[in-house]
């Protein structure tokens, strides 16, 4: 059940492109980490506004990925999906 008026939000990270060394050198943890941050920060946005009380929005979480193939390959870009729920 969603929230009305409220959409779900997904948060990236890169937003550009990286080389294909940059890309390894960055552990998966790390990619999800910047994403989740990117996400929240598009919440407190379009979800609150300031100066308001605090607000409790319960979502749901999805995790996702691009996958790049090369030699050997990796995650191209990490996205956190994040849709009110309740």
Do not use: C
Not at 37 to 49: F, T
């Amino acid at each position: 059940m969603a929230i009305e008026g409220l959409g779900p939000i997904t948060g990236t990270f890169p937003k550009d492109r990286l080389s294909d060394d940059e890309l390894q050198e960055i552990p998966s943890y790390v990619g999800f980490d910047h994403a989740w941050k990117d996400a929240i920060a598009q919440a407190e946005k379009a979800w609150h506004e300031p100066g308001q009380d605090r607000v409790e929005i319960t979502v749901t979480v999805e995790y996702f990925a691009r996958i790049d193939i090369w030699n050997p390959g990796g995650i191209g870009q990490y996205g956190v999906k994040i849709t009110p729920s309740g």
